[in-house]
């Protein structure tokens, strides 16, 4: 635009632009004038120096803050209490709330006789509630008070400061060994070569994975007969040795708690067994069975180191199709007590820290069994199932034991094992996973609990169990877990497993424990 402009008469070409660029951009520019090419008196307008006319703009700014403080003055309430809310509804306090009328509002109750408060009260203890299982968010309030307090040496020095970011925000390393919801630290392996021409000769269903208890082996039965062992790390899994049952059809197979044996149970009555060290398998006797048409729901006992000097580490049970419930002593193979429910059964766990077995049958009773004595203690009844399909019990840290249900309809229900009798109405229940629970397995910190199902594909969750919530970042709808027929945890807990009916044994790295 400069460029454009004609130079008037009397004025050489850059003298009129310095002065322009003067009145423009507010600095000084000083051009020594040259003589003029034609005797003639031109007078120029006086220009009004930059520095002056900053000075003339600060002032005027100063005088617009004055006026905006002493307005913002005017606006301030009459004494330094806490601020009212900007709305209240008042029908919240005419609002009756029902607290038996949905399970997720039970948790809600200071009494078991309660049933309805208001509104208010309602608002109330779900805001209690959240900061129970959250904690008080106080790094708001810190970050607020450290903005406020260097905002006056801000603007003294002139300098820009950083609020400091909180410690829960940070997206560093957590060296402070807590283990967190909503987000966990998984690292997907290589999976455990079950197949390893699959994509050339295809693979059949994977059904039974576990984890050796004292070392890194791992075991794999398959729909091909097949029983096989591999050598567990994370950076490539080898295969050690492999047996084939023939006209044994395995459905299940597992590691007894000392390490030693591998039990199996198939589509009849048949069990075999096979001798980890030696490698040398076996059947189990059938002396003392009542006629069944099959065996199922293989549960040994928790490892020694677990649970000190109880009996229930020597031992294993397996349903059958009658009723019966038989407990078998590790170290002779013979059942020592056969206990008979009202109706078919359809899973097993032992209690942790007490020699207890617990069991579920196809009437929705949850049976408690002492393993000494082989009496029943109690017989209760879940008042919202709509069919029992696994069971699993763990102690978790800083809390009170826990068995967990799993249901035909997805549901997961959690009840607390604190006093004498079954809780008539689950702590908390989860329903996440949308069809049948056919894998349901804690982990060994108690910290963690898979769920899966292997009627639709994709169907497996990682439960926190601090705060009974779903992990939100994996499974991702990008992982590709097809449908999950079986699932399990190492001993020390750092790696995970699972099963599919491709014949993959998806094995991954949880970051927050030891391999």
Same mark, same amino acid.
């Given at each position: 635009?400069?460029?454009?402009?004609?130079?008037?008469?009397?004025?050489?070409?850059?003298?009129?632009?310095?002065?322009?660029?003067?009145?423009?951009?507010?600095?000084?520019?000083?051009?020594?004038?040259?003589?003029?090419?034609?005797?003639?008196?031109?007078?120029?307008?006086?220009?009004?120096?930059?520095?002056?006319?900053?000075?003339?703009?600060?002032?005027?700014?100063?005088?617009?803050?004055?006026?905006?403080?002493?307005?913002?003055?005017?606006?301030?309430?009459?004494?330094?209490?806490?601020?009212?809310? #900007?709305?209240?509804?008042?029908?919240?306090?005419?609002?009756? !709330?029902?607290?038996?009328?949905?399970?997720?509002?039970?948790?809600?109750?200071?009494?078991?006789?309660?049933?309805?408060?208001?509104?208010?009260?309602?608002?109330?203890?779900?805001?209690?509630?959240?900061?129970?299982?959250?904690?008080?968010?106080?790094?708001?309030?810190?970050?607020?008070?450290?903005?406020? #307090?260097?905002?006056?040496?801000?603007?003294?020095?002139?300098?820009?400061?950083?609020?400091?970011?909180?410690?829960?925000?940070?997206?560093?390393?957590?060296?402070?060994?807590?283990?967190?919801?909503?987000?966990?630290?998984?690292?997907?392996?290589?999976?455990?070569?079950?197949?390893?021409?699959?994509?050339?000769?295809?693979?059949?269903?994977?059904?039974?994975?576990?984890?050796?208890?004292?070392?890194?082996?791992?075991?794999?039965?398959?729909?091909?007969?097949?029983?096989?062992?591999?050598?567990?790390?994370?950076?490539?899994?080898?295969?050690?040795?492999?047996?084939?049952?023939?006209?044994?059809?395995?459905?299940?197979?597992?590691?007894?708690?000392?390490?030693?044996?591998?039990?199996?149970?198939?589509?009849?009555?048949?069990?075999?067994?096979?001798?980890?060290?030696?490698?040398?398998?076996?059947?189990?006797?059938?002396?003392?069975?009542?006629?069944?048409?099959?065996?199922?729901?293989?549960?040994?006992?928790?490892?020694?180191?677990?649970?000190?000097?109880?009996?229930?580490?020597?031992?294993?049970? !397996?349903?059958?199709?009658?009723?019966?419930?038989?407990?078998?002593?590790?170290?002779?193979?013979?059942?020592?007590?056969?206990?008979?429910?009202?109706?078919?059964?359809?899973?097993?766990?032992?209690?942790?820290?007490?020699?207890?077995?617990?069991?579920?049958?196809?009437?929705?009773?949850?049976?408690?069994?002492?393993?000494?004595?082989?009496?029943?203690?109690?017989?209760?009844?879940?008042?919202?199932?709509?069919?029992?399909?696994?069971? #699993?019990?763990?102690?978790?840290?800083?809390?009170?034991?826990?068995?967990?249900?799993?249901?035909?309809?997805?549901?997961?229900?959690?009840?607390?094992?604190?006093?004498?009798?079954?809780?008539?109405?689950?702590?908390?229940?989860?329903?996440?996973?949308?069809?049948?629970?056919?894998?349901?397995?804690?982990?060994?910190?108690?910290?963690?609990?898979?769920?899966?199902?292997?009627?639709?594909?994709?169907?497996?969750?990682?439960?926190?169990?601090?705060?009974?919530?779903?992990?939100?970042?994996?499974?991702?709808?990008?992982?590709?877990?097809?449908?999950?027929?079986?699932?399990?945890?190492?001993?020390?807990?750092?790696?995970?497993?699972?099963?599919?009916?491709?014949?993959?044994?998806?094995?991954?790295?949880?970051?927050?424990?030891?391999?």
């Amino acid at each position: 635009v400069l460029g454009a402009m004609a130079p008037s008469d009397g004025l050489d070409a850059g003298e009129t632009t310095a002065e322009l660029e003067a009145i423009v951009f507010g600095h000084s520019t000083t051009v020594e004038p040259r003589a003029p090419k034609r005797a003639a008196k031109i007078e120029v307008p006086e220009l009004e120096p930059a520095r002056r006319q900053r000075n003339k703009r600060k002032a005027f700014a100063e005088e617009e803050e004055e006026e905006c403080e002493e307005d913002e003055k005017g606006d301030e309430l009459p004494g330094k209490g806490k601020a009212k809310p #900007a709305w209240e509804d008042p029908d919240d306090a005419e609002l009756e !709330v029902d607290l038996t009328s949905r399970i997720r509002l039970r948790k809600l109750r200071s009494s078991q006789t309660e049933t309805i408060i208001s509104g208010t009260e309602y608002e109330r203890r779900l805001r209690d509630n959240f900061v129970k299982r959250h904690g008080s968010h106080r790094w708001v309030e810190e970050s607020t008070a450290a903005a406020e #307090a260097t905002d006056d040496s801000s603007d003294d020095a002139g300098e820009t400061t950083t609020i400091p970011r909180s410690k829960w925000l940070d997206d560093g390393p957590k060296s402070d060994g807590v283990f967190r919801p909503k987000e966990i630290e998984i690292t997907k392996c290589l999976d455990v070569p079950v197949y390893p021409d699959r994509r050339k000769n295809g693979g059949t269903k994977i059904l039974a994975i576990e984890f050796h208890p004292d070392s890194t082996l791992m075991l794999s039965a398959s729909a091909d007969k097949f029983l096989r062992l591999f050598a567990i790390d994370e950076k490539e899994s080898t295969k050690v040795s492999s047996y084939q049952f023939k006209g044994f059809p395995m459905m299940n197979a597992r590691f007894l708690p000392g390490g030693d044996t591998i039990v199996m149970t198939g589509d009849q009555t048949r069990m075999w067994g096979l001798d980890v060290r030696t490698g040398e398998p076996f059947e189990f006797d059938r002396r003392g069975h009542q006629p069944e048409y099959q065996m199922f729901g293989l549960t040994p006992g928790p490892h020694p180191t677990d649970v000190g000097d109880l009996r229930s580490s020597s031992m294993f049970a !397996v349903l059958g199709d009658s009723g019966a419930t038989y407990l078998f002593d590790a170290a002779t193979r013979l059942p020592t007590r056969v206990m008979r429910m009202s109706m078919p059964g359809t899973a097993a766990a032992f209690s942790p820290g007490r020699d207890v077995l617990w069991t579920a049958d196809e009437g929705n009773h949850v049976y408690e069994w002492d393993l000494r004595s082989g009496r029943c203690i109690q017989r209760a009844t879940h008042p919202w199932a709509t069919g029992i399909s696994q069971l #699993a019990a763990h102690s978790r840290p800083s809390a009170q034991p826990i068995l967990a249900t799993g249901l035909q309809s997805g549901n997961v229900d959690f009840f607390e094992l604190s006093g004498s009798k079954l809780p008539k109405e689950p702590a908390h229940t989860l329903d996440n996973l949308t069809t049948r629970v056919t894998s349901l397995k804690f982990h060994n910190s108690g910290e963690v609990l898979a769920a899966a199902s292997v009627n639709k594909k994709g169907q497996l969750k990682l439960v926190h169990t601090g705060t009974m919530t779903v992990f939100q970042n994996w499974p991702a709808r990008t992982t590709a877990l097809n449908r999950v027929t079986t699932l399990d945890f190492s001993r020390k807990g750092g790696y995970f497993a699972a099963g599919n009916d491709k014949g993959r044994v998806l094995l991954y790295r949880l970051n927050h424990f030891e391999a």
